[in-house]
Structures are given as C-alpha cells and as structure tokens.
C-alpha cells in the first residue's frame, strides 16, 4: 500500500511541476515580450480590485502586485476566459479526431516526464525514494520516443480541421519535426556514448564531481539547443504557425479549451527540452564545488530548487530567442536541420566514438 501511495504523490507532484512551467513560461512570453519590445504588457486585471471583506483585505496588496506583474491577467483571466468560450468544430469533419488531436499532442510530452528525475533521492524511514515516476533504464531512448509521437497530434489537427491553413501548417510542422528528429537522435546517441549509460539518473549522478556535460561536448550543448526550439516550433523556427502566413497554422480553427491543450503541450515541451538539457549538461541537480547529504530530504529539497531553477533559466532564453531573431523562410529552415546540423552532429558523434575508442 505505502509504494503505491508514493507512486501515487509522485504523479501529482510531476503534474504540478509540469503545470507550473508551463505557466511560467506562458507569463514569460507574455510579459517578458512585452519589456523586449517596449511594450507594458498585460498589467491590468486585478490592479483596482478593492473590498471591505475582512478576511479578503489583507491579500487585496499581494493582488494588486501579482496584476502588476501581469500574473492575474496570464494566469488566471486568460484561463477563465478560455473555458468559457465556445467549443468550434468545423462542420464536414470528424468531431472525434478533431478532439483527439490535441491530446494527442500533450499526453507524449507528459509522458515523457514520467522518465525525468527531478531530485537527487532520499530516505524517509525504510524506503529509498527516487523522485522519478517510472524508474527506467533506457530513460533517454524513451524521451526520444514520446517526442516523435507528438507529430501525430499536430498532423491530426491540420488534417481534421478540413482548412488550407491548417493543413499547411500541419505539413510544415511534420517535416520541421521529422528533419529535426534525426540531428535530436543523432545527438543523444552522443551523450550515450560519452556517458556510457542510457539512464537519466545515472547521467546526473556521473556528473557529480563538478565537470558538467556541457564541458566535455559543448557543440551537442548547442545542437541540443536549437534542435529542441524546432522541435517545439517556437520562433525563430514557428514556421507551422506563422501568423502572418497561415493564421495560426495547425490549430486555426481551435479554441476554448482545445486551443489551450495546444499551448500548454508546447510550453510544457520546452520545460521538457530545457530539463533534458539540464540534465544531459548542467549537472542536473549538482552545483560545482557544493556536495548535499546523501540521501537526506533536505538535500533532495535543495537539489530539486537547483534543477528548476537552471530549466527555469533555459526556459526564459528559448522565449527571449523567440521575440529577438526573426522568423526563418521555410527553405532556410530546412536547409539549416539537413544541411548545418544534421552534418554537424554526425561528424561530433563520429568524433565522440574515436575518443571513446582511442583514448
């Protein structure tokens, strides 16, 4: 009984951990694009609220800053807003693929964190506990896996949509996938070989005595980088939902709540890519030179606040890229994944295999 309850806490706390980027970086791109560009931003909703309610008073202070900032606005009337809209579909299409499609699209990402360690473990009692959902071997190949299954969703949408725009983006996001997937593959095959290990845990651990991925292979650091912006189709590579091209590409004709599972599975994504980043290069939960206590919870605690606080940092710099460089054309995009990475990463895997031989 007791292992199934701490499977059971570490489910929801994972899905608290992926609700809270994924709202951070919804506040990120729409607060921080606002200062890139000179602009306020939200910072209206929750600025005047006012009452004489004796228990409500002492948070209306802690409201109004929280407007300010823009949280209330981006995370809380948006979300409102959304749920109560109404729920189209376009008539001559099938209403179920047309609601499959964004699930689709996010249970992969979702179940790609069931393989993310997100702290170092900890004893409570006679139980070892690994803040990690499924305790996998092949953790990385099974990252792999989901991300490549997130296509299907997106072709479903452009598809089922029964829309030009729609469709278009969908092809484009499909090949964009598709052709950033291969360099993505190449480059963990990489690190699988410079760790000797596919287990993500294990990375971590390897990494423990302050020589972090990014040290040994900075140009799969790199690589990682902006495959993983492609991979979620955010600008500069935001080729399938170019606005001034396709509307809003694959999920045009989207809204409501369905809209929302579209954004949420491309937020929750570059959490996803910024912690496997994390992970791979940046010492996970490690900080140079500082050594926590094996096994104790105030250690776990620590190294849980590290590991979010680097993907938190990833988090940021993908959106920042995203509202500074301009959009790519279609043809660029592909030549740069077919022509510049994917030879680029062969050649470093090729490179990493003679090391590992020879030396």
Request: a neutral charge; glycine letters at 6%.
């Amino acid at each position: 009984m007791i292992p199934f309850l701490i499977e059971l806490l570490k489910i929801a706390f994972l899905l608290q951990l992926i609700f809270a980027f994924a709202s951070l970086c919804t506040w990120f791109e729409r607060k921080a694009s606002a200062l890139i560009q000179n602009r306020v931003g939200a910072n209206r909703a929750g600025v005047y609220l006012k009452s004489d309610n004796f228990f409500l008073k002492p948070f209306i202070p802690v409201l109004k800053f929280l407007g300010i900032l823009g949280v209330v606005n981006t995370l809380f009337c948006d979300a409102v807003k959304a749920i109560f809209k109404e729920d189209f579909v376009p008539s001559h299409t099938s209403r179920f693929l047309h609601t499959l499609a964004p699930f689709a699209s996010v249970v992969p990402i979702f179940m790609a964190f069931a393989v993310i360690p997100f702290a170092p473990d900890f004893v409570i009692g006679t139980h070892l506990i690994r803040p990690q959902v499924a305790q996998i071997s092949v953790g990385i190949l099974f990252v792999f896996a989901m991300t490549a299954l997130a296509v299907y969703g997106v072709m479903l949408a452009g598809w089922s949509s029964d829309n030009k725009f729609s469709l278009l983006g969908a092809l484009r996001a499909s090949a964009q996938m598709i052709s950033y997937e291969i360099a993505m593959g190449t480059i963990f095959v990489t690190m699988i070989l410079s760790y000797a290990t596919l287990d993500l845990y294990k990375m971590v651990e390897l990494q423990i005595d302050g020589v972090w991925g990014v040290v040994n292979q900075p140009l799969s650091f790199l690589l990682l980088f902006i495959v993983g912006m492609a991979e979620t189709k955010r600008g500069p590579f935001d080729l399938p939902e170019s606005e001034s091209e396709l509307v809003a590409g694959y999920f045009t004709e989207y809204s409501g709540m369905k809209f929302l599972l579209f954004w949420l599975g491309e937020f929750a994504e570059i959490a996803l890519f910024s912690m496997i980043l994390t992970i791979l290069f940046l010492g996970g939960w490690h900080l140079p030179g500082v050594s926590f206590a094996t096994n104790s919870l105030l250690g776990t605690i620590v190294g849980h606040f590290v590991l979010v606080l680097k993907t938190a940092f990833l988090c940021l710099v993908q959106i920042t890229l995203r509202w500074t460089l301009p959009r790519f054309r279609y043809d660029q995009l592909m030549r740069v994944g077919w022509n510049v990475v994917l030879p680029i990463s062969l050649v470093n895997l090729f490179l990493t295999a003679v090391v590992k031989v020879f030396f």
